[in-house]
C-alpha cells in the first residue's frame, strides 16, 4: 500500500517525509521540510538524484560510533550535507549488534528483550538531548534546506526525537503514533524476520523462539512510544515543562518553531 510520507529508495530504508501531519487551529506540518530515514551507507546515485530537489542541508545522526564506522554515511553529488553526531556509547560498542548475538544465541528471551527497549525508551528523551537541541538550534535559525533525523533503522532512536519534534509543534498523539508505526511499514520489518528465519534455521536450535524473541527488536510497538512519553511526565511533569526546562525552549521559541514548520496547506506535494 503506497503512502505519501515514504519516499522509495534503493540503499535507504524507511525515509519518510514528516509533512502533513495535522498540528491543530488548521495548520500542518509543511511538506518538504523535515524526514527521517535509516542509516544512508548504501545511499546509490539514483537515491541522491531523488534526494536533490530536497536540498537536504544537515543530518542528525543518532547512531553509536561503531555503527557510524560499520556504515559510514556515503552522500554522493554536491554540497554534502552538515552532519551532526552524538557519542552515548564507546567507539567499540554496538548496541544494536550486540544485543542481536544475544538474542540468537539464546542468552536472553523475548520477555528480557521488551524489558530492554521499555529501559532504553524511558532513556532516550534525556540521552539524546543535546542533538536534539542542535536540531532545534538550527530550525530556529531557518537555516535553508531540509533536515533528516536518522539512526540505523529509523524506528527506535529516530522514532522517540521525531515523535517529541511532533509533540513540540502540536501534532495529536493519535497522529504522533500513526507516523511512529508506520516504521513497520518503511523498515519491513515482518519481511526482514522471515530473512533471518530462513537463514538460521539450521544454525540454531529452536528458531521460532529466536525469532519471537528478536521481535521486539526489529519491529515497533506503541508500548515504547508509551513508555518514553511516561517517562518525560514522571521526571519532569509535563511535556511542556520537559521543553521549557530540559530542551530550554521559551513561549517564544516553541511560537517561532510553529511559524517556520506549519503551514495552511493540506495538500501532499506532487
Known amino acids: 500500500m503506497v503512502n505519501a510520507h515514504i519516499l522509495e529508495l534503493q540503499g535507504v530504508e524507511n525515509f519518510r517525509d514528516l509533512g502533513g501531519y495535522p498540528a491543530g487551529d488548521g495548520t500542518v506540518v509543511k511538506w518538504g521540510r523535515l524526514f527521517r530515514s535509516g542509516h544512508m551507507a548504501n545511499l546509490s546515485r539514483?537515491?541522491?538524484?531523488?534526494?536533490?530537489?530536497?536540498?537536504?542541508?544537515?543530518?542528525?545522526?543518532?547512531r553509536a560510533p561503531a555503527e557510524r564506522n560499520a556504515f559510514p554515511t556515503s552522500w554522493h553529488g554536491e554540497p554534502s550535507p552538515q552532519i551532526f553526531t552524538i557519542d552515548l556509547h564507546r567507539e567499540d560498542t554496538d548496541p544494536v549488534s550486540d544485543l542481536f548475538d544475544q538474542i540468537m544465541s539464546g542468552a536472553i528471551t523475548r520477555q528480557d528483550v521488551e524489558a530492554h527497549m521499555l529501559e532504553e525508551y524511558a532513556r532516550m528523551p534525556f540521552e539524546y538531548v543535546p542533538i536534539l537541541k542542535d536540531l532545534i538550534e538550527r530550525l530556529l535559525a531557518?537555516?535553508?534546506?531540509?533536515?533528516?533525523?536518522h539512526c540505523t533503522a529509523g524506528k527506535d532512536r529516530t522514532g522517540c526525537m521525531v515523535a517529541l519534534l511532533l509533540a513540540l509543534l502540536g501534532v495529536s498523539w493519535d497522529k504522533i503514533v500513526e507516523d511512529y508505526l508506520l516504521s513497520n511499514q518503511g523498515f519491513a520489518g515482518e519481511d526482514k524476520l522471515l530473512r533471518i528465519a530462513k537463514k538460521y534455521h539450521r544454525k540454531v536450535d529452536n528458531?521460532?523462539?529466536?525469532?519471537?524473541?528478536?521481535?521486539p527488536l526489529v519491529l515497533v510497538e506503541q508500548s515504547y512510544l508509551d513508555c518514553a512519553f511516561a517517562a518525560v511526565r514522571r521526571e519532569m511533569g509535563s511535556l511542556d515543562q520537559y521543553f521549557s526546562a530540559t530542551l530550554g525552549l521559551s513561549g517564544a521559541d516553541v511560537a517561532e518553531l510553529k511559524r517556520l514548520l506549519l503551514t495552511q496547506r493540506i495538500t501532499a506535494p506532487v
Not at 539514483?46 to 543518532?62: G, T, V
Request: charged share 20%.
Open 46 to 62: 539514483f537515491d541522491c538524484a531523488q534526494l536533490e530537489p530536497l536540498q537536504i542541508s544537515a543530518l542528525f545522526d543518532l
Open 142 to 149: 531557518a537555516t535553508p534546506g531540509a533536515l533528516v533525523i
Open 207 to 215: 528458531v521460532d523462539a529466536r525469532i519471537a524473541a528478536l521481535r
